[in-house]
């Protein structure tokens, strides 16, 4: 058990609709990242936030938006979503921005039908 | 760009057949590059983190050695319960004194008792 939490374990719902994801990173640590592993891509790296900031970008579509809130749990938010967005999303954490490891989330499958 | 290439895609082994399996990368300034274990379905398992050419790490029957173009994660005597996926991740600076990390596509190790 990392220590990172991530609800819910599985989502289904129907393309054009919206969802949010939620996660908790570890005890003490301030940064939040969000990643999406498909079949045929592999982990990509969506988003960082650090103490409630935003920090970089990756691969993250405009109908797709996160935040971290002053408890530092993060939110991932996707919009009119599409068959292809049917992937496994994982948070991770870490103490601070330049720190070694990031600690991964269980994830969160969805599927959009 | 980051790139990030595992090799192989996918390996059998019989219990006890050591091997090793390939990461080579293609980054600018890395600040470290890291190993996970995935289970399928579950989030990514911290393993190691090489940061200088030259570098070993063990941790039970896996060692992780460092070069400058390559990283290889040897497997000794391997059981049943080492089947995973394998991940390869470097690290490398992002701006805003921000770290990301671009992840190889993996090697599904299989072992067979």
């Known amino acids: 058990d990392s220590g990172v939490t991530q609800t819910p374990k599985h989502l289904i719902t129907a393309t054009g609709q919206r969802v949010t994801l939620r996660c908790s990173p570890r005890?003490?640590?301030?940064?939040v990242y969000w990643y999406q592993q498909s079949l045929d891509q592999g982990l990509q790296f969506l988003i960082q936030y650090y103490n409630g900031e935003e920090r970089a970008k990756g691969n993250i579509l405009e109908r797709f938006s996160a935040q971290q809130f002053p408890d530092l749990h993060s939110e991932l938010n996707l919009s009119s979503l599409e068959l292809g967005d049917s992937a496994l999303y994982f948070c991770a954490s870490s103490q601070e921005i330049a720190t070694d490891t990031q600690y991964f989330g269980p994830g969160t499958r969805l599927t959009v039908l | 760009e980051d790139q990030v290439t595992q090799s192989p895609e996918a390996l059998r082994l019989q219990e006890g057949e050591s091997s090793s399996l390939n990461c080579s990368y293609t980054?600018?300034?890395?600040?470290?590059l890291f190993w996970y274990r995935q289970d399928p379905g579950k989030g990514p398992e911290f393993l190691f983190t090489?940061?200088?050419a030259g570098e070993e790490k063990e941790k039970e029957r896996l060692k992780a050695t460092l070069t400058k173009k390559e990283s290889f994660l040897h497997i000794t005597a391997p059981k049943p319960e080492d089947s995973a996926t394998y991940l390869c991740a470097v690290q490398a600076y992002s701006g805003a004194g921000s770290y990301q990390l671009t992840f190889g596509k993996g090697t599904k190790l299989s072992v067979i008792p």
């Open positions: 005890s003490g640590d301030l940064s």
């Open positions: 980054v600018s300034g890395l600040r470290g």
């Open positions: 090489l940061y200088s």
